[in-house]
């Protein structure tokens, strides 16, 4: 039997994404048996980021301040905005260094099953911020999911109504992949989105 507070720890450990029971109880072990000062140090991130980490007033990223150094930064350009469904996703774009607009990041996708529609995702704050006249782009990178999808379509149908341009990530072959390797399903998109 586990004692207690050790119980906890795997508890707690499991609530990450894609961590079940075996791995949460080695990642405790670990930390308690060969890195107490990491689990210390982790233990003491944790704590500070939940105190100090908020969303940001313009774009619901992550940040310390009430506006984060994206949303701040005078260089962005403010006539493009590319709504995202998480910071996650906001950084990956940012490591691109190809893309220099603005972001909204919406928290989630509309998911009915879920109980998860418009209002849930800020949908009302993106409709607020695009209408600020400065806006000409509205850049819709969410997930090639049915969610994701879903909510492009939703997102797109009501940007558009405002007079937006309104444009979609592109999907296709990867750099670099061979086609007889490739799922149909991105092959055909590929021919569909082609120029």
Known sequence: MTEPTLEGLIEAL??????????????????LQHDREGAQRLALSLQ??????RHCAQCHT?????VCSICEDPGRDTR???VV??????????RTGSYRGRYFVLMGRISPLEGRGGR???MQQLLDRAG?????????????????EATAHVLGEALKAR????TRLARGVPIGSELEYVDLGTIAHALIDRR
Request: glycine share 10%; charged share 20%; net charge negative.
């Open 163 to 166: 007079g937006l341009k309104v």
């Open 62 to 66: 992550f940040t310390e301040g009430t």
């Open 14 to 31: 499991r609530r990450l994404p894609g961590v079940g029971v075996k791995s949460a109880q080695r990642m405790a072990f670990h930390l």
């Open 80 to 82: 493009q905005l590319c």
């Open 85 to 94: 469904e998480t910071p996650a996703d906001q950084a990956a774009l940012e």
């Open 132 to 148: 600020d006249g400065a806006l000409e782009e509205v850049i819709i990178a969410t997930n090639f999911t049915a969610e994701g």
């Open 120 to 122: 849930a995702i800020g």
């Open 48 to 53: 500070s980021a939940v105190a100090k980490v």
